[in-house]
């Protein structure tokens, strides 16, 4: 009997060595081949000159419109003007709102529908206090030891000069595109993008636009962005998540606190930030998560690759190992954050009133109301009052990692960066993009920007930058992607 059962295990396990080996023999690359394209030259301290002087215009988004100024956007607008002349020349440009730019640049073949390139031209103010920790002045446009400092290097005027500097090129060389290309720059993404891009997608509405593609920030060309992938990770976003703020109150009775009921206003709210925060809602190795990972996996070492061609038995393990990085976790679920907590005012007095705010990025197929019911299930507790903040959003749609839009991103991104891993991807941060679903269906998120970790810590924070060399491939990459279109 004993003999009989050591020989069916030996015999399971021979089997299942063999489904993890072919597995992975056959967990193959996914990237495109791409023929090498010769760079294209360029002047890259004239075109770090004309980036840092971008900088140089205090173009800030407040979150009180009454602190806004829009006189740095009409410097920023004669600037572009001056700097680009032929994109002026050949374009229609329309402002919009008064602040946000629309440039069209008509294709030679009306039977091809348009593309859309997005910007934004306003940038977050630097967060008081932090001045002193920056090398130069955050507005100073700054070129040093390779780089161009200040605020918006990175976000998001970089991306918004990188284009015009490759259209300028194109124009130059006398190209002329087939489809219609649109250059979409908003002027308050980083408070919504309500007067701006979404102002913006309702002309396009209502003049009938179709896109066949929208390209906005996103996703970037990120080093040592997984453990175990030692390329370039270039994340294509494919979606953005949703947004919502939950404010959880709850008022008592008040009075001195040497005779105390037995629940007080905090310990009532306590209780249920507690049951919020240690319910997380449900999420796993799904969508996005797991197709980046079945993208970048079989890029990485033998013991990744293993571990990912056989999600069918490891994802336990794995989601269990991911989960504990922030970051992964972000991928894999929709995200709970307690960040305000504020009850009391005196050591001897009952506070009447106690208040928490728990934030929320929600992931694509999940809703604010599907996150607010949870919340109300899992505090279950009718004194506490629930109440979603005036600022929500839902899940943006997915767009298909399929298609002609996606395939000449990825080709684009491997012809200018070969050894970059391309990859689908979900954006944690807001952007412009969700705002263009009424005009397109293939909205991509992505700046082909090469970055490590300490740079992403730019942005919206202290001593934002960018190489002078990942500047120029970035214009290389506009430039070949125009060309493609
Ligand atoms: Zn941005």
């Known amino acids: ?41 360029i002047d890259e301290d004239k ?17 009180n419109p009454a602190d806004g100024d829009p006189e740095p956007f009409r410097q920023l607008h004669a600037y572009l003007a001056k700097t680009f002349p032929r994109v002026h020349q050949t374009m229609a440009l329309e402002t919009v709102n ?11 073949d009306s039977e091809l529908g348009p593309v859309i390139l997005c910007a934004h031209q306003d940038v977050v103010p630097v967060a008081p206090g932090t001045d002193d920790a920056w090398n130069f002045d955050a507005y100073a446009g700054k070129i040093d030891g390779g780089f161009v400092w200040g605020r918006g290097a990175l976000d998001n005027k970089g991306n918004m000069m990188a284009q015009l500097e490759a259209a300028e090129r ?49 996703g970037a060309v990120v080093e040592g962005a997984l453990p175990g992938l030692d390329r370039p990770l270039a994340t294509l976003g494919i979606a953005e998540k949703g947004y919502m703020s939950v404010e959880l109150i709850v008022e008592a009775e008040g009075g001195h606190s040497s005779q105390p009921p037995k629940e007080t206003a905090i310990g009532i709210l306590s209780h249920a930030v507690y ?11 799904a969508g996005s998560a797991q197709l980046l990972l079945e993208t970048a996996g079989p890029e990485m070492g033998l013991t990744m690759r293993v571990l990912l061609a056989n999600l069918w038995i490891t994802s336990p393990l794995v989601e269990s190992q991911l989960g504990g990085s922030p970051l992964m976790n972000a991928f894999m679920r929709t995200t709970t954050a307690p960040t305000i907590f504020e009850a009391g005012v005196k050591d001897n007095v009952l506070p009447a009133y106690a208040r928490a705010v728990i934030n929320f990025r929600i992931i694509p197929g999940e809703t604010t109301e599907s996150v607010l019911e949870h919340v109300r299930r899992v505090v279950n507790d009718e004194r506490v009052s629930i109440e979603p903040l005036e600022w929500t959003s839902n ?19 491997r012809e200018i960066i070969p050894d970059a891993v391309v990859s689908p991807f979900l954006v944690l941060a807001g952007t412009d993009a969700r705002h263009y679903e009424p005009v397109a269906e293939n909205i991509y998120r992505f700046a082909p920007f090469q970055i490590d970790s300490s740079e992403l810590a730019g942005i919206h924070g202290i001593n934002e930058r960018i190489a002078v060399p990942v500047y120029a491939n970035m214009i290389r990459f506009y430039h070949r992607l125009l060309e493609h279109l």
Do not use: C
């Open 170 to 218: 194109l124009l130059e060389n006398g190209y002329e595109p087939k489809r219609t290309v649109y250059f979409s720059f908003g002027h308050d993404e980083e408070v919504g993008g309500k007067n701006g891009a979404q102002a913006i997608v309702a002309l396009l509405k209502e003049r009938g636009v179709h896109a066949e593609m929208v390209l906005d920030e996103g």
């Open 47 to 63: 075109a770090a000159e004309r980036l840092a002087a971008s900088i140089r215009f205090k173009t800030v988004s407040h979150m």
């Open 275 to 285: 049951n919020v925060e240690s319910n997380p809602l449900p999420g796993g190795l």
């Open 98 to 108: 008064e602040l946000s730019l629309l440039y069209r640049w008509d294709g030679t």
């Open 395 to 413: 899940p943006s749609a997915v767009s298909p990692t399929d298609g002609w839009a996606y395939e000449i991103l990825e080709t684009t991104v």
């Open 1 to 41: 009997m004993i003999k009989k059962l050591v020989i069916f295990s030996g015999v399971l396990l021979i089997i299942l060595v063999g489904v993890v080996g072919v597995k992975t023999a056959t967990f193959s690359s996914k990237q495109v081949t791409v023929d090498p394209v010769d760079p294209i030259s």
